[in-house]
């Protein structure tokens, strides 16, 4: 799958059902279901940054996404600094995302399973994670 709008290359299976797809000249999402039962999916976000970087990663932005808490960190995703951030989202599933920038638009990449299939879905987001690479 491949996408100029969102910027993102990856290597997707025939059988995920795509969930939503958006995209506007500056900004885009796309989603796609792994499983349905349980609920296991996988997403990309791009949308221009209204203001500093850090107002997206800080505890007034993310607190209301994970009202049970969230951890927070500094790694690489896909060749680009990041911030990784697991945590309860509202759904009740665990969530992982990664939030980067090219200073011009901010990136997620959200990787989301109930909590008892976190380790089932593991090798699907593992090979997912391997695939991912960022377009110009």
Same mark, same amino acid.
């Given at each position: 799958?491949?996408? +100029?709008? @969102?910027? @993102?290359h990856l290597r997707i +299976?025939?059988?995920?059902? !795509? !969930? @939503?797809?958006?995209e506007k000249r500056e900004s885009g999402t796309v989603s796609?279901? $792994?499983?349905?039962?349980?609920?296991?999916t996988f997403s990309v976000d791009r949308e221009?940054?209204?203001?500093?970087f850090d $107002?997206?990663? #800080? #505890?007034? #932005?993310?607190?209301?996404l994970y009202?049970?808490?969230y951890k927070r960190s500094i790694t690489g995703f896909a060749g680009r600094k990041a911030y990784l951030i697991r945590g309860k989202a509202e759904d009740g599933r665990m969530d992982e995302s990664y939030l980067s920038t090219d200073r011009h638009s901010m990136y997620q990449v959200s990787f989301s399973a109930p909590e008892e299939n976190w380790k089932d879905a593991a090798p699907q987001f593992s090979a $997912?994670?391997?695939t991912l690479r960022w377009l110009p």
């Open positions: 799958y491949q996408t +100029r709008i @969102v910027k @993102v +299976r025939a059988d995920w059902l !795509m !969930m @939503v797809i958006k796609f279901t $792994l499983t349905r039962h349980p609920l296991i221009p940054i209204q203001g500093n $107002l997206y990663i #800080s #505890s007034p #932005s993310l607190t209301p009202p049970t808490g $997912l994670k391997e």
